[in-house]
């Protein structure tokens, strides 16, 4: 994964079919509404989002779906990012991995949604190389 970069968040595209991985009760931009009575977004607070920059240069969010919708509702115009590439040899599919892995390690899922697969796509083994 690259180094953190700064993003603005009119050039991020959200699929959350894709890249989504909690199912049922969100959204259509992927939020569950966490940080809704959240008022203030603080740049040098927030983790960075997660991102995968498809080959034709499209970034695509992998990670951060709250956060960015925060940032939006802010009137934020730039985010911090962390940009996983296509170009790297990244697939969608590596993408979506290391987005579960980093919310696993941030113990944003249960074990009780991981043993009952309530997360689209996951795997209790870490897919991170």
Known sequence: MSNITIINISDVKIDPRRFQFRLGNTAEDGTR????????YRITFADAILLWQ??????????????LALAKHCNV??????VMKETDNITAEDA?????????A?????????????????????SSP
């Open 33 to 40: 509404g966490k940080l809704a009575e959240v008022e203030v």
């Open 77 to 82: 115009q730039q985010v911090n990012a962390f």
């Open 96 to 104: 979506r991995k290391k987005g579960i892995d980093v919310n696993i």
């Open 54 to 67: 498809a080959k034709g240069g499209q970034l695509f969010l992998v990670d951060g779906h709250e956060r």
């Open 106 to 126: 941030k113990g944003h899922y249960s074990a009780t949604e991981l043993a009952e697969g309530k997360l689209q796509g996951s795997d209790t083994k870490s």
